[in-house]
């Protein structure tokens, strides 16, 4: 897989045409006009987003990488194309994700802050060294949803 800054044409795929089925649908970026605005504008990007590129050159998954106000501590949020999700690809995208954010930022701390109902995605997590340090709720999509934020850190590692 290949990692490179979000072009705007594989941003506006991901904001118009990813759909996920049922639950998962909380994930699809017309869900919450913010967070389709700033995929879509690229000022409001910057250079946190990035593409996760196959071999073949098709777009699988994307991420972002947002400083926290804690030293050494990053926040990333990420997302694979719908088709290839619940499939048993996630664990190597995410490690992709991780592997790229520690060389480029070398953080202390890596946070993920997850949808409390996908268990899919926090069993993934846990399994590349991710725990569960607090639960809280967000205001995502018009309401307000239950969330676990879940570190990684590197001294455990």
């Known amino acids: 897989m290949q990692i490179d800054p979000l072009t705007q044409a594989n941003a506006t795929t991901i904001a118009n045409d990813w759909h996920y089925p049922g639950a998962y649908a909380f994930y699809d970026m017309t ?5 389709y605005a700033e995929l879509l504008s690229a000022q409001q990007r910057g250079d946190r987003y990035y593409q996760v590129v196959t071999a073949t050159g098709h777009l699988f998954g994307f991420f972002v990488i947002d400083p926290t106000e804690e030293a050494g501590v990053v926040e990333v949020g990420l997302g694979m ?77």
């Open 31 to 35: 869900a919450d006009p913010e967070d």
């Open 81 to 157: 194309v719908p088709a290839h999700t619940g499939r048993g690809q996630g664990e190597k995208f995410v490690r992709e994700v991780l592997s790229f954010v520690r060389e480029r930022h070398a953080p202390r701390e890596i946070i993920l802050d997850v949808a409390a109902f996908n268990q899919r995605a926090q069993i993934v997590y846990q399994r590349l060294g991710f725990r569960v340090v607090r639960e809280h709720s967000q205001a995502t999509n018009g309401a307000v949803f239950p969330f676990v934020e879940m570190r990684w850190r590197a001294a455990d590692h």
